[in-house]
């Protein structure tokens, strides 16, 4: 059975944030083996490494690290204190994971100093999007902010931050997951996977034809960001 992280239906009621997610993580772990061939990556609050299969053909090692105990991880110790050494990974996985640390400014700092130069971070976090403490939950971001905090940490030569998925498909996400809640609980409530899938789809279909709405600027919403910062070599 196919994992519904790496392919989410429509009928996901963040298939905002999980579809556009999944299509740029496999285009970076492409893009940055082009880049610099084989690589080691170290994946923070990894978690069940959902995305290992993304990974699997490009990379020399896939480490794990997580500040829970987790059988999947392969080092254990928070974001804001990562147990390896300087500049030791080639690229720096932080899938998800930013909106729940307790200081995002010591996190930020970290994944700059454990990717080697001329490495890369791959980082995604949450623009707008419903509270959801595993098991904090404490920040949302502007794509504004996100340069900032990076360029004010870290030694980039590069900071590119992109959205996710645009405002239709923002509002969409949204909608559909309190509109799933209540579908729940009525007699149509079989009905809510294809009311949510057409729902998904007029946004993705809003976004695509509207280019005003695709990436983000004054007047927008971005349930989701994607950033790529580099290294000097």
Known sequence: MT???LDPPLSTTTYAVRAPLVRWLAAEARLAHEAL???RLLDVGCGEKPYRELFAPYVSEHVGVDAVENPVADLRGPIEALPVEDGSFDVVLCAQVLEHV???VQAARELS???RPGGRLLLSTHGVYVFH???SDHWRWTHTGLEKLLRDTGDWASVRVTGGA???STLAMLNAIYLEHLLRRTPIRFARGAVVAAMNRVGRTLDRKISLLQQPRPGTLTA???VVAERSP
Do not use: L
């Open 224 to 226: 989701n960001y994607h």
């Open 166 to 168: 645009g405002t239709a």
């Open 37 to 39: 061939g084989p690589y």
């Open 3 to 5: 994992d519904p992280r």
């Open 113 to 115: 100093r454990v990717t």
């Open 102 to 104: 307790d200081d995002p």
């Open 133 to 135: 403490p595993a098991p």
